[in-house]
């Protein structure tokens, strides 16, 4: 009870930002609550399955483009385009998902690797996607409602997997990452799982895919199909939690402040701390935050040593 | 015995062939509703092949397997499992990373016709299973902390609460001292009471005698002996597939 009092009342603080905050803040807010988002998509199939998805930059270019080509090439409304971009997403999680997850393991990670660079290539010589050169949406000065936007698709993505961590479905998925053959003979439909869940991922992605485009205005291959954003999201799963409902959030919170105090102190070593940040992160929980929440409640600092000890580092 | 009793299971000339190696060759035999059959036979013969060809984790090269009257040998295992066809692994696979309740839950949520999708109700089956296994101390360890005895009963206990209606036992026993391989020998026969039919894999032989309704032994793949237990042991070519030609 006093958990959920908890979350309500930061969530409270997080949507009443745009009343207190200044405009540097919320477009900070914005960056993270987004991240936040990709982290969490992630997590649905990478932290419940084990699955380790690198075509999650992919959906998020599908969602930023068919937003794009929706409001700049056939000036429909945002919300249009939002539907558009996970249309085009999931579409591509289906097509994509059911060849490539009857793969056991490593195999599906690489051959979601080349997907990013299939596709940004693919866009670059389609008319309708400006080539290229890009696309300019609409401009719309508007922060606080992309805040709130993104906000509220972080409580929907965080709500989906509390749904997911007691349901059946989330048994299911869970069961397939701890064992694939034991979970297909005690009847889970290993394959379908996967799939719905990759599909599921690939929503919430195209959805921040398409509110960033709509605030930043301009997109182009580069910066939609960016496979380093993929990165991003499996370092902040990790980092916070895989498979626990706030971790990826708690994760991506904390290293966009990280790296956001990094950059604006030390510019330059910004990105050496970062990774000297988590590699410290990995050697010392490599479960996450959430479970070293648990170890210290049970053990203290011992849980340190615990795990180091465990993972044979 | 097994005439009277309408066939659960079927296999008709099962074969399967890793490359060169035929790990299952030709094999023939039926299980009666409510029998208990012991597959034996030296290490390499076929037998765990045999049973991942019935479960599905394996399909047949060549040969029909027949469940309830129903072609399944190109069914997918989870479908094998809504049947109610559930299976423990030789080399254990417990869900490490979960309590013992919760890799219970797995199969009382799945299992046959699908499970129980109540995710309460499919928690307390699982503790039924679990008090019945003898694990009820051990409900919110983690899998991975359990020993080597307490393992093989969690093996026992997730097939059992996908409440099969057949049951595929794999060297449930290979590790048990005689106490624990005389308990583990009454909870067969109790499942077997309540109706679920059962083939089992064992070494130790004192326990597939008492078990079994009928033996059949494989070797080199190959079925080479079947019938009423005391026989086979007693059948020339048994005795010589397991101690050597000589002894024979």
């Known amino acids: 009870m006093l958990r ?48 380790a998805s690198f075509g999650n930059s992919t959906f998020y270019g599908l969602g930023t483009y068919g937003t794009a080509i929706a409001m700049a090439q056939f000036g429909l409304p945002f919300w249009t385009g939002l539907l558009l971009g996970a249309a085009l997403a999931m579409l591509c999680a289906l097509l994509v998902g059911i060849p490539i997850l009857r793969l056991r393991g490593p195999y599906f990670a690489i051959a979601t690797l080349g997907l990013s660079a299939a596709l940004s290539a693919l866009v670059a010589n389609l008319d309708i996607a400006g080539r290229n050169i890009g696309l300019i949406l609409p401009l719309t000065r508007n922060d606080t409602l992309f805040y709130e936007a993104s906000l509220a698709l ?13 349901s059946r479905f989330g048994m299911g998925l869970i069961a397939i990452r701890e064992d694939e053959d034991a979970a297909a003979v005690m009847g889970v439909n ?3 799982y996967k799939v719905v869940a990759l599909v599921l991922s690939a929503l919430f992605t195209a959805v921040a895919g398409g509110i960033h485009a709509y605030w930043i205005t301009f997109i182009d291959p580069a910066s939609a199909f960016d496979s380093t954003l993929n990165v991003r999201m499996v370092i902040m799963t990790v980092f916070g939690g895989p498979g626990t409902v706030l971790g990826p959030v708690v994760g991506a919170f904390i290293l966009s402040a990280i790296y956001e105090a990094l950059a604006s102190s030390i510019s330059t070593a910004a990105a050496l701390f970062f990774g000297i940040v988590i590699v410290l992160a990995v050697i010392f929980m490599p479960r996450g935050l959430v479970d070293l929440g648990w170890g210290f409640r049970r053990m203290g600092p011992r849980y340190l040593l615990e795990t180091v000890r465990q993972y044979r580092l | 015995m097994s005439d009277a009793l309408a066939p659960l299971l079927e296999a008709r000339h099962l074969t399967r062939r890793f490359q060169g190696l035929v790990a299952v060759n030709d094999v023939s035999f039926s299980l009666g509703e409510g029998e208990i059959l012991g597959l034996i036979g030296p290490n390499g013969a076929g037998k765990t092949t045999l049973i991942s060809l019935i479960s599905g ?19 997918a295992p989870f479908r094998r499992a809504h049947l109610g066809i559930g299976r423990t692994f030789q080399v254990m696979k417990p869900f490490p990373g979960l309590s013992v309740l919760e890799n219970v839950t797995v199969g009382a949520l799945f299992g046959t016709g699908g499970g129980e999708r109540n995710r309460a109700r499919a928690r307390e089956r699982a503790r039924a299973m679990l008090d019945f296994t003898g694990l009820a101390q051990r409900v919110d360890q983690r899998a991975e902390a359990l020993g080597g005895p307490d393992r093989k009963r969690l093996e026992l206990a997730k097939a059992l609460a996908m409440q099969p209606k057949l049951l595929l036992l794999d060297e449930v026993m290979a590790g048990l001292n005689p106490v624990e391989v005389d308990e583990v020998v009454g909870l067969i026969k109790r499942i077997r009471d309540e109706g679920v039919t059962i083939l089992v894999i064992e070494h130790v032989i004192k326990a597939i005698r008492s078990l079994s309704d009928r033996v059949f032994v494989l070797h080199h793949g190959q079925k080479i002996a079947e019938g009423d237990p005391a026989a086979v042991f007693r059948d020339p070519r048994v005795v010589e597939a397991y101690l050597g030609k000589r002894r024979a």
Not at chain 1, 12 to 28: K, M, W
């Open chain 1, 4 to 51: 959920w009092a908890a979350i309500a009342a930061v969530a409270l603080l997080l949507a009443l930002l745009p009343l207190y905050g200044d405009a540097v803040t919320i477009q900070y807010g914005i960056n993270a609550l987004l991240v936040a988002v990709l982290a969490q998509a992630w997590n649905i199939l990478g932290g419940f399955t084990g699955y």
């Open chain 1, 154 to 166: 972080l409580a929907a993505a965080t709500l989906a997997v509390a749904w997911l961590s007691a």
């Open chain 2, 57 to 75: 984790t394996l399909v047949p090269d060549e040969g029909e397997l027949l469940f309830a009257g129903r072609r399944v040998e190109r069914l």
């Open chain 1, 190 to 192: 290993t394959t379908l």
